[in-house]
């Protein structure tokens, strides 16, 4: 079974940071791309930002300098730092994983970012 894990999501004011970690189980971690992305209410799932295998990464412009997507193969872990969080940064944030037409998706973890 393919199990993503989403952990360290929560409440917090504009300008503070979190760390997001997603554990995976199941699959060959180091081959698959990572990513996270976020859906806030009535909006459509967006990428927020993605790692592959080889170290890559690409991220939404309006997170580009705030955030950074980090991975530890040896832990089949991606992280995901928040820093300077805005408001419109509020959205659950789920943890993806990728190989050609694989995909899976960890269960989503809350982010609020009070003003």
């Known amino acids: 079974q393919v199990q993503l894990a989403e952990s360290g999501g929560g409440l917090v004011q504009a300008g503070g940071s979190l760390r997001l970690s997603c554990g995976a189980s199941?699959?060959?971690?180091?081959?698959?791309?990572m990513g996270w992305y976020r859906q806030a209410p009535g909006q459509q799932r967006e990428l927020v930002a993605d790692i592959s295998s080889s170290g890559n990464t690409n991220y939404l412009d309006s997170v580009k300098g705030r955030f950074t997507i980090s991975r530890d193969n040896a832990k089949n872990t991606v992280y995901l730092q928040m820093n300077s969080l805005k408001p419109e940064d509020t959205a659950v944030y789920y943890c993806?994983?990728?190989?050609?037409?694989?995909?899976?998706w960890g269960q989503g973890t809350q982010v609020t970012v009070s003003s």
């Open positions: 993806n994983a990728k190989l050609t037409v694989y995909w899976y």
């Open positions: 199941g699959i060959p971690f180091s081959i698959y791309a």
